[in-house]
């Protein structure tokens, strides 16, 4: 592959926008687009079929055999390809060594309508104006490697498409349905006979005594002020035991034991791990 004088002026049009997406929500959302950084994440992007816009890549990549494989389908795709200095990726990159690779892509479709898989209990994810973007992405992550079937987000929950959200996720946000909720989500859940379950620091249902089985909406809260008061007056409260000494874990923590308990007790019962309905 022929290269050519990279890019280095931090000043060009285009590193003015990706650094524009990177650092502005309301930007991403007028443009539908989103940055994310690091091979492995673009590759999942490119597996799936998620629409490009632009990539910048430095030679950290073109050093790596997969990142060379990547930049060839890449080229064959006929995707925009812009070749730059490790001093715009490192002006750019919001880790401390870039893997040499950052694109931009359009943002995948959003789920409406709860698309649930036929034939078994409902599996889902909810976050509840979670704040912290790596929380966020982590929950993600963790939602789609247990087998839920959707995870949902409430108002005033941190940018799904945060750069950071999508590091976290490791690739997961691109394979489980994402859906912004609506202000009577709860209503529409019980309508379809859905339990609402939140966690509770105490004083709830031990959480392995807890029927994971039958459908419910595992609602994870804000990181200081826990779930909203209307939401915890309406669901079942569970608890993860502690010892005395601590006060509390860290959200992330929570929905992944909780997340990956329920797929166990699942699989216990023989319920079909059936992937979720990706749009």
């Known amino acids: 592959m022929a290269l050519i004088q990279p890019l280095d002026s931090l000043d060009n049009k285009v590193v003015k926008v990706v650094r524009r997406l990177l650092t502005n929500r309301s930007f991403r959302e007028r443009?539908?687009?989103?940055?994310?950084?690091?091979?492995?994440?673009?590759?999942?992007?490119?597996?799936?079929?998620?629409?490009?816009?632009?990539?910048?890549?430095?030679?950290?990549?073109?050093?790596?055999?997969?990142?060379?494989?990547?930049?060839?389908?890449?080229?064959?795709?006929?995707?925009?390809?812009?070749?730059?200095?490790?001093?715009?990726?490192?002006?750019?990159?919001?880790?401390?060594?870039?893997?040499?690779?950052?694109?931009?892509?359009?943002?995948?479709?959003?789920?409406?309508?709860?698309?649930?898989?036929?034939?078994?209990?409902?599996?889902?994810?909810?976050?509840?104006?979670?704040?912290?973007?790596?929380?966020?992405?982590?929950?993600?992550?963790?939602?789609?490697?247990a087998g839920a079937h959707l995870m949902g987000f409430t108002k005033g929950t941190v940018d799904v498409y945060n750069p950071k959200t999508m590091r976290s996720s490791a690739g997961s946000i691109f394979k489980i349905p994402l859906m912004p909720l609506s202000d009577g989500w709860m209503d529409e859940l019980q309508e379809q006979q859905i339990r609402l379950v939140s966690t509770m620091v105490a004083e709830g249902q031990d959480y392995t005594e807890f029927d994971w089985v039958q459908p419910f909406a595992l609602v994870l809260g804000n990181e200081?002020?826990?779930?909203?008061?209307?939401?915890?007056?309406?669901?079942?409260?569970?608890?993860?035991?502690?010892?005395?000494?601590?006060?509390?874990?860290?959200?992330?923590?929570?929905?992944?034991?909780?997340?990956?308990?329920a797929m166990s007790k699942r699989r216990q019962q023989n319920v079909p791990l059936i992937p979720p309905i990706m749009l």
């Open 31 to 145: 443009q539908h687009q989103a940055v994310l950084e690091g091979c492995r994440i673009l590759q999942d992007v490119v597996d799936v079929g998620i629409p490009i816009h632009l990539v910048l890549y430095g030679k950290r990549m073109m050093q790596l055999e997969a990142g060379r494989s990547l930049l060839a389908r890449l080229q064959m795709a006929r995707t925009r390809l812009i070749y730059v200095t490790d001093k715009v990726l490192d002006a750019l990159s919001d880790v401390e060594t870039h893997q040499g690779v950052l694109a931009v892509i359009n943002w995948p479709h959003m789920a409406q309508g709860w698309p649930l898989p036929r034939g078994v209990p409902p599996f889902i994810v909810i976050a509840d104006q979670i704040q912290d973007p790596g929380n966020l992405g982590t929950l993600i992550r963790s939602a789609q490697a």
């Open 224 to 261: 200081g002020n826990g779930v909203s008061s209307e939401l915890m007056a309406r669901a079942h409260g569970v608890t993860i035991p502690m010892v005395p000494t601590a006060e509390s874990i860290n959200v992330a923590v929570a929905g992944s034991i909780l997340a990956f308990h």
